[in-house]
């Protein structure tokens, strides 16, 4: 049992858990604003997104996506694709019980 997930049983209150759909569709967006603006050369961040096992994994590859996107187009691209796939996180965001 993670750290934080104790923490919140240990108040009586339990962290919803993101549906399975949700974490599918948030992983799906972020891989392809990846391979759109990134194409093949982000490998290992790739596989981050791929293998990350809850949506608290991919809230926190927010980052480094953003980082790749601006390397390749811009901030102000980045910041555009980070903010739509931000809005797919809503009332599952890591903090914000």
């Not at 982000?42 to 790749?68: H, K, Q």
Request: net charge negative; aromatic share 8%.
């Amino acid at each position: 049992m993670r750290l934080r997930n104790s923490f919140w049983a240990l108040l009586g209150r339990s962290r919803e858990v993101a549906p399975h759909g949700l974490i599918e569709d948030v992983r799906h967006a972020m891989l392809a604003a990846l391979d759109l603006f990134c194409g093949s050369a982000y490998l290992d961040l790739d596989d981050r997104i791929s293998n990350a096992r809850d949506l608290d994994a991919l809230w926190y590859l927010r980052s480094p996506l953003m980082i790749a996107i601006a390397e390749n187009h811009g901030e102000a691209l980045a910041r555009d694709q980070m903010l739509e796939i931000t809005k797919m996180f809503a009332g599952f965001q890591p903090g914000a019980d």
